[in-house]
C-alpha cells in the first residue's frame, strides 16, 4: 500500500472529461489546449494526449514542460517575459502571446515570424471571486482599448481573451462574448485566431454542451478565425483525490479528525478562496471536521459524514484535489509532500512519484 498522503488521479475519470472535451472540439471546430497552470502532472499526458491539442502556459518552465512532454500545439503566454527568457521561450512555441503592447513591442523582432497575438482585456467577466478576476479594477491582465489594439493590429495574428472563471452557465458566456463581440468585432474580423481561455465548466453535468459548440463554431465563422479554448479545471475537475491518514482524533464542540496533510500546503486554493472539499459521505451519521496537522489554526480541509467513528490509521479521500493542487504544493511546516500515483482504467494503483526529506532539503539551502 502507498504511504499517505498522495493524489491520487483516476484514468477512468480523467477519460470521462477528455471525451467531453474531445465532442467539443469535434462538434465547434475548436482546438482545447491544456492549462499548464492547473494541471501540470506529466506522468498522464500519453494518456491525455489524444484528446486535446495541445498546451498552454503561463511561465517559461510551463512552455518548456508542454513543448517537451505534451507536444501538437503549445502557446506561450506569460504576464511578462524577461529577456533572459525570451529566446527559450521562442525555441519552445508555436505562438507566442504577449500580455500588453509593451512587450510586444519589446519582443517582436525576435519573434520574427512567429504567430503572435496579445491578450485583450474585455473589461466585463464572470467570477465569483474578486482574486481570480481578470477584469478587476486596475487589471494587468492584457490590453482592453479597442482604438489602441487596432493601431498595432497588423502586428497581430490572433488574441486571447480569458475572462471566465469556474462559469457553468452557458447563457453568461455567450452573454459575455456577445458583448465582446459589440465592442471588439472590428479587431475580430482582422484576426486568424481567437483564444477564448479558461474558466468554462463545460464538463460538469448538465452543462449545455451543444449549445456551447453551436456558439463557438458560429463565431469562428463570423470572423473567420480558429477558435482555441484553454481547459485547467473543467480538464481534471472530480478526478483525483487527496488520500489521507488520520493521525488524531479530539472533541471539541465538533468531532475533529487531524490527518496527515494541509490545506496550505497541498491543496492550498482552498484557503486562497475560503471553500471546502467534498469529504466524506452523505448518509453517514459521523460527522468530523477534517483537519490539517500544520500549525494554522484554519488548516481544515472542511467536514463531512462517515458511517463509523473515525480511528487513528484510518484512510480517508478528500475529494476534487486535482486542479492548482499538485502544481502549487510546498514544504510548508515541512510536512512531507504527497507522492502522486495514477489509478489505471483496470483499477490497480501505480505511484509515480513519492517525495522525501531529501527534495525538502533541496528545496532550501
Ligand atoms: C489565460 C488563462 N487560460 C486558462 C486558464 C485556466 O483556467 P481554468 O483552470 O479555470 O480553466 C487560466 C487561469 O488562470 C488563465 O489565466
Ligand atoms: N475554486 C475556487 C476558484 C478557483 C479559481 N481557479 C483558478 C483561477 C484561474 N486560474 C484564473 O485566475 O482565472
Not at 482585456?121 to 478587476?136: E, H, K
Request: glycine letters at 8%; charged letters at 25%.
Amino acid at each position: 500500500m502507498i504511504q499517505t498522503p498522495y493524489y491520487l488521479i483516476d484514468q477512468s475519470a480523467l477519460l470521462k472529461n477528455l471525451q467531453v472535451i474531445d465532442y467539443v472540439r469535434k462538434n465547434s471546430g475548436a482546438k482545447l489546449l491544456l492549462a499548464l497552470k492547473c494541471f501540470a502532472t506529466w506522468s498522464v499526458f500519453d494518456f491525455m494526449k489524444p484528446y486535446m491539442d495541445g498546451t498552454t502556459s503561463s511561465s517559461l518552465y510551463e512552455v518548456k514542460l508542454g513543448y517537451q512532454k505534451f507536444g501538437g500545439e503549445t502557446h506561450a503566454y506569460s504576464v511578462a517575459f524577461a529577456d533572459h527568457e525570451i529566446d527559450e521561450v521562442l525555441a519552445n512555441s508555436d505562438k507566442i502571446i504577449f500580455n500588453s503592447i509593451s512587450q510586444l513591442e519589446r519582443f517582436e523582432a525576435k519573434a520574427g515570424n512567429k504567430p503572435k497575438g496579445l491578450r485583450l482585456n474585455p473589461g466585463i467577466s464572470s467570477s465569483s471571486f474578486d482574486l481570480a478576476d481578470p477584469a478587476r479594477q486596475f487589471s494587468r491582465l492584457g490590453e482592453g482599448n479597442p482604438e489602441r489594439i487596432l493601431a498595432i493590429i497588423d502586428r497581430l495574428d490572433g488574441v486571447m481573451i480569458h475572462n471566465n472563471c469556474e462559469n457553468a452557465d452557458f447563457a453568461r458566456f455567450d452573454d459575455l462574448l456577445t458583448q465582446v463581440e459589440a465592442r471588439y468585432g472590428a479587431i475580430l474580423h482582422r484576426l486568424k485566431w481567437v483564444s477564448l481561455g479558461g474558466g468554462i465548466s463545460f464538463t460538469k453535468p448538465g452543462y449545455e454542451l451543444d449549445k456551447f459548440c453551436e456558439r463557438l463554431r458560429q463565431f469562428a465563422q463570423t470572423y473567420g478565425v480558429q477558435v482555441y479554448l484553454e481547459p485547467g479545471e473543467a480538464t481534471v475537475r472530480y478526478t483525483t483525490t487527496l488520500e489521507v491518514s488520520v493521525l488524531d482524533t479530539a472533541f471539541n464542540g465538533k468531532h475533529l479528525a487531524i490527518v496527515d496533510s494541509s490545506t496550505e500546503a497541498h491543496m492550498l486554493d482552498l484557503l486562497i478562496y475560503r471553500e471546502t472539499a467534498p469529504i466524506g459521505n452523505e448518509t453517514g451519521e459521523h460527522r468530523y471536521q477534517i483537519c490539517g496537522k500544520t500549525c494554522l489554526a484554519g488548516d481544515i480541509f472542511g467536514e463531512g459524514n462517515f458511517d463509523v467513528p473515525l480511528q487513528v490509521g484510518d484512510r480517508l479521500s478528500i475529494g476534487d484535489a486535482g486542479g492548482y493542487t499538485m502544481v502549487k504544493k510546498n514544504w510548508f511546516n515541512g510536512v512531507n509532500m504527497p507522492a502522486i500515483a495514477i489509478k489505471e482504467p483496470d483499477g490497480s494503483i501505480r505511484a509515480v512519484r513519492e517525495f522525501g526529506y531529501d527534495d525538502y532539503v533541496s528545496s532550501l539551502s
